[in-house]
C-alpha cells in the first residue's frame, strides 16, 4: 500500500459511487416501468391498454422508498448527524 494513497478507501468511494451513481437511477427506471406496463399509446381507458395492477403498484412503491430512502441516508451522511 502507497503512503499517498489509501487504495482500500479509494475502492469503497468507487463501489459506492457505482452503486449509487449508476444503481439509484435505474431502481427508478425500474419503478417507473412498472407503473407503465406495456401494450401501446396512453390514449386513455377506452385503449384496451393493460394497466399496473396492484403488484405492479406495490413493487414501484417499495423501489421509490428504497430510492427515497438512500437520498435521505446520503444526506444524512453529509450533514452528519450526532
Not at 25 to 43: Q, S, T, V, Y
Not at 60 to 77: E, H, N, P, T, Y
Amino acid at each position: 500500500m502507497n503512503s499517498w494513497i489509501n487504495l482500500d478507501a479509494v475502492w469503497r468511494i468507487v463501489v459506492v459511487g457505482l452503486l449509487t451513481g449508476a444503481g439509484l437511477p435505474a431502481l427508478f427506471a425500474l419503478g417507473l416501468r412498472l407503473l407503465n406496463p406495456p401494450g401501446g399509446p396512453a390514449d386513455g381507458p377506452s385503449t384496451g391498454r393493460p394497466t399496473p395492477g396492484p403488484l405492479g403498484y406495490a413493487l414501484a412503491g417499495l423501489l421509490f422508498a428504497v430510492v427515497l430512502a438512500s437520498i435521505g441516508w446520503g444526506i444524512s451522511v453529509i450533514v452528519g448527524h450526532r
